[in-house]
């Protein structure tokens, strides 16, 4: 009897904690059991989204620097160019008076991120900045950076020209000349852009020597160049091409010229000298420029009270969306009693039929909030940002059979609910391709576009999906 008794102790202990198991809602998509989210679901709370432009961020360091130009049909035209310092091969460089230029070359390394029509061809011009770029403190992506238009040696101020194709996944052979040994080859994946023999004369082989002192002096002289598209000479839809100006060693202006051997006066030697463009060194920043005219952006932009089917997300320091959740504070009192958060999930759709080449969607999406001071700040589930309760899969890449995005914002939510957070404004934003280019502000680094249906869009939504359990 005393066994019996046990076994049957067990049994109901058994079916207890069966029944308690089942008397709860399980939410999940073919999930274990031991990891499904328990709790109610509630997936019908109003949420709002304005298209707003972003801010001018800093472009100085960039991981990757943006060129080109491009028309959408629905974002309007962006344009994009670079302004660089360009530095001496080394302090106290030499070049001999009688020194005979053979060319030059302005090469730029691609990086990743090609954005746009790859069929389109451009006509890519090179300028002379008018003011030392080296000597600058502020490089705001809306800074339109002046140059010579018109010289003695260049009529136009085009000093550089480069027409065709840009083409980020071919090599190309560059000639590397070493003094004393033969000529060498090596591959790289570069716009090469030739520039103009007179004006690299007069502007590098005679300048002053006290000029080629360091790169200070040098660029006070020589002040740096304006990388930019000609508008008349782009054929189709265009793109953005990124480029890489962080290694000393692959970004600059190549510079072939002869000269006297150092001792053997009657022979000619070949120097191969590359000025270097690089973040490292000098800066070097990116002016974007969009124009909205005519498109559905501009009907929001000056229509900020209307609630629209769709809204747009640009980078390129291009639109961001303000999303408010009006009624959420009168979600307790709804449900009546406090609730636990289990889950939060806000799931972003992108819009049908809007991501037809070559418009694809951004790669990722960024999720952030205002702190008190209306700087921007990580919400408490990213695992950027410091809180204990950040994520690992917190969400934001681009699902391409779901056509989404999804972000984990449980500890967010459930701190605005429980009123130890204020929404001073919540953002979703275009953010670089990879978690670790992921960042708060609006840098250029990425050309995608994202058309998301708002709330209102009958098919494809916006939409929160909470999944809580009531305090009693």
Same mark, same amino acid.
């Given at each position: ?17 069966? $029944? ?5 809602n ?10 499904a ?16 432009l972003? +801010?001018?961020? *800093?472009?100085?360091?960039?991981a ?7 028309t ?13 310092s ?13 020194? =005979? ?18 069929? /389109? ?5 090179v &300028? ?6 080296? *000597?600058?403190? /502020? ?39 070493v ?20 004006? @690299? ?31 008349e ?43 270097? !463009? ?5 800066? !070097?920043?990116?002016?974007?420029? &969009? ?35 009006? &009624?959420l ?33 951004? +790669? ?15 919400i ?15 969400g ?14 449980? $500890? ?13 404004? =919540? ?10 280019? /992921?960042?708060?502000?609006? !840098? ?16 494809n939504?916006v939409?929160?999906? @909470?999944?809580?359990?009531k305090?009693?």
């Amino acid at each position: 009897m005393k066994f019996y008794k046990i076994d049957l102790l067990t049994l109901l202990i058994g079916l207890f904690l069966f $029944a308690s198991c089942k008397s709860s809602n399980t939410i999940g998509l073919d999930v274990d059991p031991e990891t499904a989210v328990q709790g109610e679901l509630i997936d019908t709370l109003t949420i709002n989204t304005q298209t707003l432009l972003e +801010d001018p961020t *800093t472009t100085n360091n960039l991981a990757r620097y943006p060129l080109g130009l491009l028309t959408d049909p629905v974002l309007g035209t962006t344009e994009a160019s670079i302004a660089m310092s360009v530095n001496l091969p080394s302090s106290n460089y030499k070049i001999q008076l009688d020194a =005979t230029l053979d060319s030059a070359v302005l090469l730029l390394p691609y990086a990743s991120g090609f954005y746009g029509d790859s069929t /389109s061809v451009y006509s890519v011009n090179v &300028h002379q900045l008018t003011e030392n770029l080296s *000597t600058q403190t /502020s490089f705001p992506s809306n800074k339109e950076w002046s140059v010579n238009t018109s010289s003695e040696l260049v009529p136009n101020g085009v000093i550089g020209n480069f027409t065709g194709r840009l083409r980020p996944n071919t090599a190309i052979r560059v000639t590397e000349v070493v003094s004393g040994k033969a000529d060498s080859t090596k591959s790289v994946k570069a716009l090469r852009i030739k520039l103009d023999n007179n004006f @690299i004369t007069e502007s590098i082989l005679r300048i002053p020597a006290n000029a080629l002192v360091n790169s200070a002096f040098f660029n006070s002289r020589f002040k740096g160049l304006r990388v930019s598209v000609n508008k008349e000479g782009v054929s189709g839809k265009g793109a953005l091409a990124f480029f890489n100006v962080s290694n000393t060693e692959d970004a600059g202006l190549e510079v072939y010229f002869k000269q006297n051997n150092a001792t053997t006066a009657s022979k000619k030697d070949t120097v191969s000298a590359l000025f270097p !463009v690089s973040t490292s060194l000098n800066p !070097v920043a990116a002016t974007v420029k &969009h124009d909205y005219t005519g498109t559905p952006v501009e009907t929001q932009l000056a229509n900020p009270g209307v609630q629209y089917e769709t809204t747009y997300l640009q980078g390129t320091t291009g639109l961001r969306n303000k999303i408010t959740f009006p &009624h959420l504070a009168s979600l307790i009192q709804n449900l009546g009693g406090k609730v636990i958060i289990n889950k939060a999930e806000l799931v972003v759709d992108l819009a049908a039929g809007t991501d037809v080449a070559p418009f694809t969607p951004a +790669d990722r999406l960024a999720l952030y909030r205002y702190d008190i001071a209306g700087q921007r700040a990580y919400i408490p589930d990213d695992p950027l940002g410091t809180d204990r309760r950040k994520l690992i899969n917190y969400g934001g890449t681009y699902d391409a059979t779901k056509k989404n995005y999804s972000f984990v914002i449980t $500890a967010y939510l459930q701190d605005l609910l429980d009123g130890k957070t204020q929404d001073y404004g =919540t953002y979703i934003a275009t953010t670089g391709a990879t978690g670790t280019e /992921s960042t708060l502000l609006a !840098v250029p680094t990425s050309g995608g576009r994202s058309v998301i249906g708002s709330f209102n869009n009958p098919n494809n939504k916006v939409k929160l999906n @909470i999944y809580y359990t009531k305090i009693q």
